[in-house]
């Protein structure tokens, strides 16, 4: 249990939850923290990371606070009243208006110690407000369906509509003659690219690529980390769809020379707008386009979500909570660093510390953040902006990326001088990572003094809960995948991909697979030294850190993911 649970004494609902059995002590406390730190109702968070039963919570609250518990299914959005509370209300405090007598207006909430809902709401429309108990996923499902039915949603939108979504470039500071969408009127190709947006949206896509050749032209959308082609429009097309692409990003479409890096804002109605980073490349065959799908609810994900063991997640924990140090995670592009940071930054985002980020771009806007892109055009790069963050009374800093010696050492000294420093390196391993900062030329002692965690990631594919089966394995072939004898004697069922028409091929969604290793006594002295990779890789096992590999096996011991998924995310 984290040191910080210790202090923490359980009452109320929390109390009420651990006295009837729907979590035990040490859970819920870590539960109430958690929740605490996301700004959300325990309730919720309990159900976001289905950690408990919805309609047991519901049932254990109405017990607690002597109300009955509303069944939800005997409403639809169009029986509920419209625009008497306002829609921001509605999502910030998830209280549901469901119906007005006179001048009292019913609401259905999970958390029945939400006072500031119902006084807020009753400052807001005028009208006395009582609450009325529901269960947290139906109300949340309910509520999205409530605020889609008072406006057009993203799923109605089709044929002219697509003409019409509201898009917004990225800010362009030099470019004061940029290009506006009303320059070019063609109307089958903005609508085209609307929907290619819109569909790789609905699908759950991470990116999109538009890709010209010779004689064809394609467009592919990665989705779980896969790509798969979606459309081949004429390769007569190219032209107008890179130059509709570039508008809405604000880009120079005369220029098709050097590669650019633009943002969209798609504003598909009041509450909804999804974020693209674009960057163009000039290819043999005209400009390929890759537009990055920025995620607004990665950031607000709680760390039970991502996929860390209790260990691992405990190690995260408890670096977040020094006063100093350096936190690095390494991996791949598309390996997950941006959401294991950000929501590192989430737990550390109060109102008592000054955080300041340089990033390259930003890719998600965090309120209470200090949030600097970088812009080498200018000279603002990423040592020149730390420089800068020094001498603003920093307690925590984020470095998107540590690329060079003069940043690296920059960030060490703010980590050494009473800042917690977070950052990323594009290297494979815990290990590989401390070898790589002594290549740069940092200093070894200042990394053995410096460095306190190392998160090495990668993203693997979740099997569909829905329709994954069974997997017969032989012992040998287990033996030889890295599976111990332990493991196989202890027993378990290893599932394989099927496919359903809930999933993608046999997976929905993907999971955090993960290396965390702490700096202890002994590795402080082996980079000292200057181990090698290998040596401190062994070192690692020994103090039972345990690798990718192994991460990715307990994931399939889990249930989680399939041997063949691990097997393409992790090398042994």
């Known amino acids: 249990m984290p040191p910080e649970n210790n202090n923490i004494r359980l009452t109320g609902l929390a109390r009420r939850f651990v006295d009837d059995g729907l979590l035990d002590e040490d859970a819920a406390k870590d539960a109430f923290l958690q929740a605490s730190n996301n700004k959300i109702p325990l309730i919720t968070y309990l159900v976001q990371n289905q950690l408990a039963d919805s309609g047991r919570l519901a049932y254990a609250a109405a017990l607690e606070f002597g109300m009955p518990v509303i069944d939800l299914n005997a409403f639809v959005p169009e029986m509920l009243p419209e625009k008497i509370v306002d829609e921001k209300l509605v999502q910030k405090h998830s209280a549901l208006p469901l119906y007005k007598r006179g001048n009292r207006l019913f609401l259905a909430v999970s958390d029945p110690t939400n006072i500031q809902a119902l006084d807020e709401i009753k400052f807001n429309t005028g009208l006395s407000t009582d609450a009325v108990l529901a269960d947290d996923g139906k109300l949340h499902d309910l509520i999205d369906r409530y605020l889609e039915s008072q406006e057009e949603s993203m799923g109605d939108l089709g ?89 809405m990003a604000q880009l120079d479409i005369s220029e098709r020379r050097v590669p650019q890096d633009g943002r969209i804002k798609m504003k598909l109605s009041k509450t909804k707008a999804i974020d693209f980073r674009v960057n163009t490349l000039p290819t043999l065959w ?80 965090l309120e209470g953040i200090n949030q600097v892109n970088v812009n080498n055009k200018v000279g603002l790069d990423f040592a020149a902006a730390l420089r800068s963050f020094l001498r603003q009374d920093p307690d925590v800093i984020m470095v998107g990326e ?84 332990e493991q196989i004697e202890t027993g378990f069922t290893l599932y394989r991909p099927k496919g359903c028409d809930k999933c ?38 020994k103090e039972g850190f345990p690798n990718l590999r192994q991460s990715a096996l307990e994931k399939v011991m889990q249930g989680v993911t399939s041997l063949e998924e691990a097997n393409r995310v992790t090398k042994d």
Do not use: W
Not at 304 to 317: N, P, T, V
Not at 527 to 541: G, P
């Open 159 to 247: 044929g002219d509509d697509l003409e019409d979504i509201d898009v917004e470039g990225g800010e362009d500071e030099e470019d004061t003659d940029a290009v506006k969408p009303s320059d070019v009127d063609d109307a089958p190709i903005v609508k085209y690219v609307n929907k290619l947006l819109l569909d790789a949206i609905r699908g759950g896509a991470s990116d999109i690529h538009f890709e010209p050749y010779e004689k064809t032209y394609r467009v592919r959308y990665r989705t779980d980390g896969v790509l798969k082609e979606m459309s081949k429009p004429s390769i007569k097309l190219a032209p107008k769809i890179s130059a509709r692409v570039k508008i």
């Open 504 to 541: 993608n091929g046999g997976y929905k969604g993907r999971v955090g697979i993960y290396e965390v290793v702490k700096i202890t006594e002994e590795l402080e002295n082996m980079i000292m030294e200057e181990a090698s990779s290998i040596q401190i890789e062994k070192q690692a096992r």
């Open 286 to 365: 005209g400009e390929k386009i890759v537009l990055r799908i920025l995620d607004p609810t990665a950031a607000q994900m709680g760390i039970d979500q991502l996929g860390y063991e209790d260990d691992q997640k405990d190690l995260y924990m408890n670096a977040l909570s020094q006063p100093q140090g350096m936190i690095l995670v390494t991996g791949p592009t598309g390996s997950g660093k941006t959401v294991s940071l950000y929501t590192g930054l989430n737990i550390l985002n109060t109102p008592e510390r000054n955080i300041s980020t340089a990033e390259d771009p930003a890719e998600i806007n």
């Open 402 to 485: 540590i690329r060079d010696l003069e940043t690296a050492n920059i960030a060490i000294k703010a980590a050494q001088t009473g800042h917690l420093v977070l950052s990323t390196l594009h290297t494979n391993s815990a290990a590989e990572t401390l070898t790589r900062m002594m290549n740069m030329g940092v200093a070894s002692f200042n990394i053995a003094t410096s460095v306190s965690l190392i998160i090495a990631q990668r993203l693997g594919r979740r099997l569909c809960k829905a329709c994954k089966e069974p997997a017969d394995v032989p012992r040998d072939v287990l033996i030889a995948e890295g599976f111990t004898e």
